[in-house]
Nanobody, 129 residues
């Protein structure tokens, strides 16, 4: 059974940085696509970034381009989200998600939450102004 455990959330002032981690277990992740999502109170869950575990392109939502960077450590089965220049509007619960990738689909296809069958418990990120 695939399990995802996020960590690294917290409270930070605007302009600060945080790095989120998502430790994955219970699967062979080389064929998976991973997503970082966030959900603010009263808002829909949105994809921050989708990336293939095997490498290749990533797909970021426009509001985080140039500020957030996703990466992975294959040896540790861990995906990271480095968040710089944080803004109050980045405040949300951040979730890691995983799905087995389908042939012929790019990362943009995986920006929809319903593409994913595995989710972590979420980690709160709060950015003060």
């Amino acid at each position: 059974q695939v399990q995802l455990v996020e960590s690294g959330g917290g409270f930070v002032q605007a302009g600060g940085s945080l790095r989120l981690s998502c430790a994955a277990s219970g699967g062979t992740f080389s064929s998976y696509v991973m997503g970082w999502f966030r959900q603010a109170p009263g808002k829909e869950r949105e994809c921050v970034v989708a990336l293939f575990w095997s490498g290749g392109s990533t797909s970021y939502t426009d509001s985080v381009k140039g500020r957030f960077t996703a990466s992975r450590d294959n040896a540790k089965n861990t995906v990271y989200l480095q968040m710089n220049s944080l803004k109050p509007e980045d405040t949300a619960v951040y979730y890691c998600a995983a799905a087995q990738a389908s042939l012929g689909r790019d990362t943009y296809y995986y920006r929809a939450p319903n593409r994913y069958g595995y989710w972590g418990q979420g980690t709160q990120v709060t950015v003060s102004s």
